[in-house]
């Protein structure tokens, strides 16, 4: 499967990045099949070759998460942009509300499963018993 991705390239700090074209098992600095074009996101620059990216995209590939924000932001194709990362929860509002629901679950589910633990072991003790018993009655009649 075709992936337009980008690559980056540059110095410690100062990234550069090149939209490619890529089989999306290929490694992130491996080889492309094209170069679309060029991001700076330090000068937030873009330069893109729009025909060479609707031609990849009636082809079959698809875009990274990234690259569709940043062609749907420069106006180079139509539709939303797309979550890239899931925000954490904050401490305080809501996600403390959620924080409080779950412990009080926890622990109900630890207590069902101590005493189903506990009746095996009191089962196989039963047992051993039972054939301790009949070990020193066969071990007496001899």
């Known amino acids: ?4 991705r980008l690559q980056r390239i540059g ?7 090149k939209l490619i074209v890529t089989e999306h098992t290929q490694k992130p600095k491996g080889q492309y099949l094209e170069l679309l074009g060029s991001y700076d996101p330090h000068k937030n620059e ?3 070759d729009t025909e060479k990216v609707k031609h990849w995209l009636s082809q079959g590939a698809k875009m990274s998460e990234t690259v569709n924000n940043l062609l749907v932001g420069k106006g180079v194709i139509q539709g939303e942009k797309v ?4 925000p954490k929860n904050k401490k305080g509002g809501e996600a ?3 924080g409080e629901t779950k412990p ?3 622990p109900k589910q630890q ?4 005493p189903k633990t506990e009746e095996p072991k009191e089962e196989i003790k039963a047992e051993e018993t039972a054939q301790a018993q009949t070990e020193t009655s066969v071990q007496s009649n001899p």
């Open 1 to 4: 499967m075709l992936k337009i």
């Open 11 to 17: 110095k410690r700090g100062q990234a550069y990045f």
């Open 46 to 48: 873009m330069n893109v």
């Open 83 to 86: 979550t890239v990362w899931k």
């Open 96 to 98: 403390t509300g959620a």
């Open 104 to 106: 009080a679950s926890t």
């Open 111 to 114: 207590v069902e499963m101590k």
